[in-house]
């Protein structure tokens, strides 16, 4: 017992060692990852970011994390089996890694379908037999169509909320059906100032992108309102106070450069309303 004590021990002051070498730390959920996505995912990172990545229990993450100065947000609920990622990147793009790198799987019994599930029609290699019966007790609708089993129509076999059963398991895995995606989640990160949560980091990247071109629209108008120059908005500010200062010379008939042309055509205006008004008065 102490000899495993003293081992976790060591295994957290050795990751608490490795974290303060890295920008960025990542705390990943393993639940439900199979070991050959892992390895692939391992091996991704590695290659593209160069980043380090360890599996360990829960005792020795949160350990780990509170030597390494973490805030407790990320290391307190670890109620998963998870690891961690140093990366000197942006914790985005492992999630989006994580995102691009998703391995089709099968249903289960006891899944909850996110979605209807459905069979399109077609035909299969199946033979005749007990097979038929197995999935039309799933609700598939199949024929027997020369020699082979035929679906004949497109088959809802559970609808969102649904929980899969052994028979709607068996069956679509028969007609080797995966129709979910499983992939490596990223918990939290932290990147020595910013806390990030799994809500922010599974963002897809359009919602990203649509964020990002509202944010930088909101910000320019906002400078611009404010008169706040910034490499940004300088065009937009230098033409107002052009627009403004040429509006103010006009009011006041203040004669300069760039006044005058403006200022002659208003006074010619006048005095050929004036010449009309003293021609229609004779």
């Known amino acids: 017992m102490r000899k495993n004590v003293e081992k976790k021990s060591k295994q957290a002051e050795e990751l608490s060692s490795q974290i303060k070498k890295y920008k960025t730390v990542i705390l990943i959920n393993l639940r439900k990852t199979s070991t050959r996505l892992l390895q692939r995912i391992r091996k991704l990172l590695k290659e593209k970011y160069n980043a380090y990545v360890k599996i ?98 497109d088959s809802v076999v559970a ?29 939290y990160a932290y990147d020595g100032e910013t806390v990030f949560t799994q809500e922010v980091l599974s963002l897809p990247p359009e919602d990203v992108e649509e964020g990002l071109r509202l944010a ?31 509006n103010a010379g006009l009011n006041a008939s203040f004669y300069s450069e760039s006044t005058i042309k403006y200022l002659l055509q208003k006074a010619l205006a006048q005095g050929n309303a004036l010449k009309h008004l003293e021609g229609g008065s004779q």
Do not use: C
């Open 216 to 246: 930088i629209g909101q910000a320019l108008n906002a400078s611009i309102n404010a008169a706040y120059p910034t490499r940004k908005n300088i065009e937009f500010l230098l033409k107002k106070a052009l627009k403004q200062g040429l």
């Open 56 to 153: 360990h229990r829960k005792a020795v993450l949160q350990h780990a994390f509170k030597q390494a100065g973490l805030p407790e947000e990320v290391w307190k609920n670890i109620d998963f089996p998870g690891g961690v990622v140093l990366i000197n990147e942006s914790p985005y793009k492992v999630a989006l890694l994580f995102m691009k790198n998703k391995m089709d799987t099968a249903a289960k019994p006891g899944d909850v379908a996110p979605f209807d599930i459905i069979v399109p029609a077609g035909e299969t290699d199946l033979p005749p037999g007990p097979t038929l019966s197995q999935l039309k007790a799933a609700g598939i609708n199949v024929k027997i169509d020369k020699g082979k089993i035929v679906v004949a129509k």
């Open 159 to 187: 609808k969102a909320g649904d929980v899969i059963t052994d028979e709607k398991a068996s069956a679509l895995q028969t007609l080797g059906v995966k129709p979910f995606k499983v992939g490596m989640n990223v918990s």
